[in-house]
């Protein structure tokens, strides 16, 4: 080689280190953090071929990619688009992904890039960025909850501290006139921003906070932090309405439920999650937030499941047309029996942590149940065998093996003539006569025996009862969390073999060279592909790798009498309330 050629050759790799050197985010590069640890992969593993025993290792080892590639290339911003190998700031500027996965990390042994977490988090003020107040909810389940899990899991008692200052400065959302949370505030000033709904919440926004606040309270004493988030609770036993459930919208100024629409999907669903686990958090102790729960559940079970007309799967949908408890007829309307209440026949990957809640239900309360009581646990745990096996229909009815965001029931959108409404039988008045019948094989839309809808990844619309609305698949976790509790409550091998299915379709067609990415298109015909979408959501590292890895563990580290999980799959520790926390919560 010449010499000029030789020294051409020298710059152009000084000059493509330098580059090298600057694409590299500047968070990997600031005094006194460690650098990322190793773990990003270009290869992907064919984890068709890995034996059984070894899944839990599989998905250990795309978790390792997904958040390694988090580390090189977004933190300590909050989420990593792994098409651009860059990184966004969409929830609060505080790096979510890294406090979202940080149990995860722990739980899967992944000690070095905890350590490295655990410094950047050290290093936490939680300032409020310029024109972008702190959403609440958003904040408290996927910070304040992680914070919160990470410290029962390690001990570390900087964890505690930054929980405990976060809690405070989210505190003064509580401010408002009727002691709701506010939709957002600065974390600075304490300034509460009502929203985008005029002054209104959602029943999510406002009843999912309990199980963070009511931890941190046990964990320092703050009996604030307990009377702050409970108030909502007293305000949910007044309203609740005759048929056991809530509307969706509130106004946060009184306090005050008003938009006749209910629903277990989004902007709902953690509301209804809380009640249970809270009961189950504190060691059963606060008795009116069981009550709530059975009587909500036995009104969604009434209210709304129903099933398809031609294949019989279950699902569960959202009615409009219920008034408020102020309704000027006694008692407000029962939607079971009102032909004004409309189902949407809309069904929502969302709404599919229903099963998991309807089982871990029937599983714990069953100890302390009465003869009537059992019976209508027993009801639940049909239903929630029936939603679980849908939810996993959802993924393999598709010919990416993927789930889409939202389907409706019937042939369009449009189509609410009553001969289709009243094609889609309420779920209770099939087992009704089911029963009467003597109750013989499997109760409708429940089970895989014979008659059962099975897997149509080639089907028209017509032929699936359905059309899909919405063909994203955006790493959802709640049917692979249904599946984890349904493992965990039945010890049934099947919901791992389902769960194995959707953890395959997600390496097959949202792995990238960088991370994951959710995807559009889950619906299209072979040989054409889902499109990935330029996003990996914090949520996927602290649930869906989660909850993948925990079903394929031989052993349960999270026992169902020991932990429970919040909405982002965090595991709280079950507590009991001393004697003096009872007597000044008012529990004793």
């Given at each position: 080689?010449?010499?000029?050629?030789?020294?051409?050759?020298?710059?152009?790799?000084?000059?493509?280190?330098?580059?090298g050197y600057y694409l590299l985010p500047a968070s990997n590069q600031a005094d006194g953090v460690p650098s990322p640890s190793t773990g990003y992969s270009r290869t992907r593993p064919d984890y068709s071929r890995w034996p059984a025993g070894r899944r839990a290792e599989a998905?250990?080892?795309?978790?390792?990619?997904?958040?390694?590639?988090?580390?090189?290339?977004?933190?300590?911003?909050?989420?990593?688009?792994?098409?651009?190998?860059?990184?966004?700031?969409?929830?609060?500027?505080?790096?979510?992904?890294?406090?979202?996965?940080?149990?995860?990390?722990?739980?899967?042994?992944?000690?070095?890039?905890?350590?490295?977490?655990?410094?950047?988090?050290?290093?936490?003020?939680?300032?409020?960025?310029k024109d972008a107040p702190v959403m609440f909810f958003e904040t408290v389940i996927r910070y304040l909850g992680g914070l919160l899990s990470a410290y029962a899991l390690s001990g570390r008692s900087v964890l505690l501290e930054k929980a405990n200052l976060l809690g405070q400065?989210?505190?003064?959302?509580?401010?408002?006139?009727?002691?709701?949370?506010?939709?957002?505030?600065?974390?600075?000033?304490?300034?509460?921003?009502?929203?985008?709904?005029?002054?209104?919440?959602?029943?999510?926004?406002?009843?999912?906070?309990?199980?963070?606040?009511?931890?941190?309270?046990?964990?320092?004493?703050?009996?604030?932090?307990?009377?702050?988030?409970?108030?909502?609770?007293?305000?949910?036993?007044?309203?609740?309405?005759?048929?056991?459930?809530?509307?969706?919208?509130?106004?946060?100024?009184?306090?005050?439920?008003?938009?006749?629409?209910?629903?277990?999907?989004?902007?709902?669903?953690?509301?209804?999650?809380?009640?249970?686990?809270?009961?189950?958090?504190?060691?059963?102790?606060?008795?009116?937030?069981?009550?709530?729960?059975?009587?909500?559940?036995?009104?969604?079970?009434?209210?709304?499941?129903?099933?398809?007309?031609?294949?019989?799967?279950?699902?569960?949908?959202?009615?409009?047309?219920?008034?408020?408890?102020?309704?000027?007829?006694?008692?407000?309307?029962?939607?079971?029996?009102?032909?004004?209440?409309?189902?949407?026949?809309?069904?929502?990957?969302?709404?599919?942590?229903?099963?998991?809640?309807?089982?871990?239900?029937?599983?714990?309360?069953?100890?302390?149940?009465?003869?009537?009581?059992?019976?209508?646990?027993?009801?639940?745990?049909?239903?929630?065998?029936?939603?679980?096996?849908?939810?996993?229909?959802?993924?393999?009815?598709?010919?990416?093996?993927?789930?889409?965001?939202?389907?409706?029931?019937?042939?369009?959108?449009?189509?609410?003539?009553?001969?289709?409404?009243?094609?889609?039988?309420?779920?209770?008045?099939?087992?009704?006569?089911?029963?009467?019948?003597?109750?013989?094989?499997?109760?409708?839309?429940?089970?895989?025996?014979?008659?059962?809808?099975?897997?149509?990844?080639?089907?028209?619309?017509?032929?699936?009862?359905?059309?899909?609305?919405?063909?994203?698949?955006?790493?959802?976790?709640?049917?692979?969390?249904?599946?984890?509790?349904?493992?965990?409550?039945?010890?049934?091998?099947?919901?791992?073999?389902?769960?194995?299915?959707?953890?395959?379709?997600?390496?097959?067609?949202?792995?990238?060279?960088?991370?994951?990415?959710?995807?559009?298109?889950?619906?299209?015909?072979?040989?054409?592909?889902?499109?990935?979408?330029?996003?990996?959501?914090?949520?996927?590292?602290?649930?869906?790798?989660?909850?993948?890895?925990?079903?394929?563990?031989?052993?349960?580290?999270?026992?169902?009498?020991?932990?429970?999980?919040?909405?982002?799959?965090?595991?709280?520790?079950?507590?009991?309330?001393?004697?003096?926390?009872?007597?000044?919560?008012?529990?004793?």
């Amino acid at each position: 080689m010449s010499r000029n050629r030789r020294a051409s050759a020298i710059l152009a790799f000084i000059f493509l280190v330098a580059i090298g050197y600057y694409l590299l985010p500047a968070s990997n590069q600031a005094d006194g953090v460690p650098s990322p640890s190793t773990g990003y992969s270009r290869t992907r593993p064919d984890y068709s071929r890995w034996p059984a025993g070894r899944r839990a290792e599989a998905v250990k080892e795309a978790f390792g990619h997904a958040y390694a590639s988090y580390e090189r290339f977004a933190l300590p911003a909050d989420e990593l688009k792994p098409l651009r190998n860059t990184s966004q700031q969409n929830f609060n500027g505080w790096g979510v992904t890294m406090y979202d996965a940080l149990d995860t990390l722990w739980i899967m042994d992944m000690k070095p890039q905890f350590e490295v977490a655990i410094r950047w988090i050290s290093l936490a003020e939680f300032h409020s960025k310029k024109d972008a107040p702190v959403m609440f909810f958003e904040t408290v389940i996927r910070y304040l909850g992680g914070l919160l899990s990470a410290y029962a899991l390690s001990g570390r008692s900087v964890l505690l501290e930054k929980a405990n200052l976060l809690g405070q400065k989210l505190s003064p959302a509580f401010g408002t006139e009727s002691g709701m949370p506010a939709f957002a505030l600065d974390t600075d000033t304490g300034k509460v921003d009502l929203g985008p709904r005029y002054g209104n919440a959602v029943l999510a926004e406002i009843a999912s906070c309990q199980m963070e606040y009511k931890y941190l309270a046990h964990l320092t004493g703050n009996r604030a932090f307990f009377r702050l988030a409970n108030h909502t609770m007293d305000w949910m036993q007044s309203e609740q309405l005759s048929n056991g459930m809530w509307d969706t919208e509130w106004n946060i100024t009184t306090g005050v439920q008003f938009d006749d629409h209910i629903t277990i999907g989004a902007l709902a669903d953690s509301g209804y999650e809380y009640l249970l686990k809270q009961y189950i958090m504190s060691g059963r102790t606060e008795v009116a937030l069981r009550d709530m729960y059975l009587r909500a559940a036995a009104g969604m079970v009434r209210n709304l499941l129903f099933l398809s007309p031609n294949r019989d799967i279950l699902y569960v949908t959202d009615i409009y047309g219920v008034p408020s408890p102020t309704s000027s007829k006694p008692g407000g309307r029962d939607s079971d029996s009102d032909p004004t209440v409309v189902p949407s026949r809309k069904f929502e990957h969302l709404s599919c942590f229903l099963p998991g809640l309807l089982a871990l239900g029937a599983h714990t309360l069953r100890s302390e149940a009465d003869s009537t009581m059992k019976a209508e646990l027993d009801l639940h745990m049909l239903a929630a065998r029936g939603l679980a096996r849908s939810c996993w229909l959802m993924y393999v009815d598709q010919p990416s093996g993927l789930a889409p965001e939202e389907v409706v029931f019937g042939r369009s959108w449009r189509d609410r003539s009553e001969d289709v409404r009243d094609m889609h039988m309420p779920w209770m008045a099939a087992v009704e006569k089911w029963r009467r019948d003597g109750g013989a094989g499997d109760a409708p839309g429940v089970g895989d025996g014979k008659g059962a809808a099975q897997p149509m990844p080639d089907a028209s619309t017509e032929d699936k009862d359905y059309f899909v609305l919405t063909s994203k698949y955006l790493l959802r976790p709640e049917t692979i969390e249904s599946l984890y509790v349904l493992y965990r409550t039945t010890g049934e091998n099947i919901w791992r073999e389902r769960a194995w299915s959707i953890f395959l379709a997600i390496e097959d067609h949202c792995r990238q060279r960088s991370g994951y990415t959710s995807v559009i298109g889950v619906d299209r015909r072979r040989p054409d592909k889902p499109t990935p979408l330029d996003e990996m959501p914090s949520y996927a590292l602290a649930e869906t790798w989660k909850y993948l890895y925990l079903l394929f563990l031989e052993h349960d580290p999270f026992p169902m009498d020991k932990f429970v999980f919040n909405t982002e799959a965090h595991p709280f520790p079950i507590f009991h309330w001393n004697n003096e926390e009872r007597v000044a919560f008012g529990l004793a």
